[in-house]
């Protein structure tokens, strides 16, 4: 009976020991898990790092994702570029009225797509060294959708995302009509991505609305719509002549010179009558005396 006690008991050691083990591997492994940070493109960013406050901190940030390349760095109290890569040259920068309280932050303007990426922030006090790591995602929302009719077709488009979008078509009062374009996408040298689509209206359907809606996979809820109630347009109809103005004042012109001309030709008709008349009236007489 002893000999079972015994064994239970280091049993249970076992399994505490065990379990201490498993939450002390979770909690150091969390504690150095990645900040996941999201930067909008073309804005400023903050990359977080806190450290212990002490006397002469020396703080390096490092961009990891395509080797080891030197973002910013901070010793002997200033700051110190002479590594810095040419790509964060001007749009870094320390909050160094902080540093005396931990702060080790960094500041990056005018985010790139090429930013992205896995950044390592280190520290080294009096009190020791201390590593943290960010991982950056870089997003361009969508900002605009538009949509426009040129005779049956309506085109749905949109630019300036990241990362790349994608398009869907929807109509109101919902149709089973077939409404799968493969849309066009492409890539800005800013690596910014622009997304289009194009559809045949339906004869059958006049009176439905077509709605496009473009997102992203990464961010769901950042979406934008349009929506289009298509002009009818009849093929093979001939508009109506319209009437110019400059025909109807020529034809009056005319009009008013051929009366004008008559009128003129009329009284000489007349006056060459009368002189007839009365020429022939001279000769009767003589012919009397």
Same mark, same amino acid.
């Given at each position: ?25 979770f909690?150091?492994?969390? !504690?150095?898990? =990645? ?6 493109f073309?804005?400023?960013?903050? @990359?977080?790092?806190?450290f212990?406050?002490? #006397?002469?901190?020396?703080i ?5 994702t395509?080797?080891d390349?030197?973002?910013y ?8 570029l ?10 870094? #920068? ?12 960094? @500041? @990056? ?9 896995r ?13 943290s $790591? ?8 969508v ?10 077709? &309506?085109t749905?488009? !949109?630019?300036?995302?990241y990362?790349?979008? /994608?398009?869907?078509? #929807?109509?109101?009062?919902? !149709?089973?009509? /077939? ?5 066009r996408?492409?890539?800005?040298e ?5 997304? !289009? ?5 339906? =004869?059958?359907?006049? =009176?439905? &609305?077509? #709605?496009?809606t473009?997102r992203?996979q ?14 009818e347009?009849?093929?093979?109809k ?9 025909? $109807? ?20 008709? $007349?006056i060459?009558v ?16």
């Amino acid at each position: 009976m002893v000999v079972n006690t015994s064994r239970d008991q280091m049993r249970m050691v076992l399994i505490k020991c065990f379990m201490f083990l498993v939450v002390l591997t979770f909690l150091w492994t969390f !504690s150095r898990a =990645d900040t996941e940070v999201f930067c909008v493109f073309g804005e400023s960013c903050i @990359l977080p790092c806190q450290f212990h406050a002490s #006397s002469d901190p020396v703080i390096h940030w490092i961009y990891m994702t395509t080797g080891d390349l030197w973002v910013y760095s901070y010793y002997d109290s200033r700051v110190q570029l002479g590594h810095q890569d040419q790509r964060f040259n001007g749009r870094t #920068s320390l909050f160094e009225d902080q540093i005396s309280r931990g702060n080790a932050s960094l @500041l @990056l303007r005018g985010v790139k797509v090429q930013d992205q990426g896995r950044y390592q922030c280190y520290t080294s006090t009096t009190m020791g060294d201390k590593e943290s $790591f960010i991982n950056v995602k870089t997003e361009a929302p969508v900002s605009e959708v538009s949509i426009s009719q040129e005779g049956n077709r &309506i085109t749905c488009s !949109s630019e300036g995302i990241y990362p790349e979008p /994608e398009l869907t078509w #929807s109509t109101s009062p919902p !149709s089973n009509m /077939e409404l799968q374009d493969r849309p066009r996408v492409q890539q800005t040298e800013e690596q910014l991505y622009s997304i !289009s689509s194009s559809l045949m209206v339906s =004869d059958r359907d006049p =009176d439905l &609305i077509y #709605s496009c809606t473009v997102r992203t996979q990464r961010n769901q809820r950042n979406q934008r719509r349009a929506t289009l109630k298509p002009v009818e347009t009849r093929k093979n109809k001939t508009p109506a002549p319209k009437k110019n103005p400059d025909i $109807f004042r020529e034809k009056c012109i005319g009009i008013f010179l051929g009366v004008i001309v008559a009128t003129i030709i009329f009284m000489l008709l $007349f006056i060459c009558v009368i002189r007839c008349s009365a020429h022939c009236e001279e000769n009767r007489l003589f012919k009397i005396r």
